[in-house]
């Protein structure tokens, strides 16, 4: 149980076009979902914080325009790059979290990430 | 990650025990994590302990917590080469997880 999933894995844009990445929680229902960012050998840094139905929480730093997020039902929540450059190239990896039983509100599931490169 | 502070590596050999330490700041975490990260993959989360427990015992893995000096470790026994990994600690609070650096694990032979 308590299965979440990423698409794509990886996907390779060029610098001015946009990217969208997928996060699915498949066998429980994800009240909220995370987005993080990680550099190589480095660890996860929080983007944003998004409850179903209701627009996300962006850490400071973050910029709300460039990295969309929407999370419109209980088991989707989408991150998109928009006008990536590539100093956006990273590894992003998403977390759902629900209501009881696994994924209830203290525990984090964590998705298998998508390796962004711009070129 | 500057409120959670892992040891950066540790090199163990196959058999014995592994423990990893950690320290964290925020007196009011409610949840302290453990999590696994093998190459090129998400986030396996390990184990978790609540904070007013000391000890948490699942399989191969022990988790001590102790509160007064914010430290907790993971001892992993009987290590074995699929234990080589990155392992992350992480606090909770306010429903938000706040990592470590994570600890790169190598199990040699």
């Known amino acids: 149980g308590a299965v979440v999933s990423q698409h794509p894995s990886r996907v390779i844009c060029k610098s001015g076009t946009s990217v969208k990445i997928e996060c699915r929680s498949l066998d429980f229902q994800a009240t909220t979902m995370f987005w993080y960012r990680q550099f190589p050998k480095k660890s996860l840094m929080l983007m944003a914080t998004s409850n179903e139905g209701s627009k996300a929480t962006y850490e400071q730093g973050v910029e709300k325009d460039k990295f969309l997020i929407n999370h419109a039902s209980l088991t989707l929540s989408t991150l998109t790059v928009t006008s990536a450059h590539p100093e956006d190239s990273s590894f992003y990896i998403c977390?759902?979290?629900?209501?009881?039983?696994?994924?209830?509100?203290?525990?984090?599931?964590f998705g298998p990430g998508t390796r962004l490169t711009v070129t | 990650g500057e409120d959670v502070e892992q040891s950066l590596f540790l090199s163990v050999r196959e058999g014995d025990s592994s423990v990893i330490n950690c320290t964290y700041t925020d007196s009011s975490s409610t949840y302290l994590y453990w999590y696994k990260q093998e190459p090129g993959a998400g986030l396996q989360l390990l184990t978790y302990?609540?904070?007013?427990?000391d000890m948490k015992q699942d399989q191969r893995l022990t988790v001590l917590l102790n509160k007064k000096d914010k430290h907790l470790s993971l001892r992993i026994a009987d290590t074995q080469t699929g234990d080589s990994a990155i392992y992350f600690c992480a606090e909770m609070g306010d429903y938000k997880l706040s990592f470590g650096a994570g600890t790169t694990v190598t199990v040699r032979a």
């Open positions: 977390s759902a979290s629900g209501g009881q039983g696994a994924g209830s509100s203290y525990e984090q599931y």
């Open positions: 302990i609540f904070s007013n427990m």
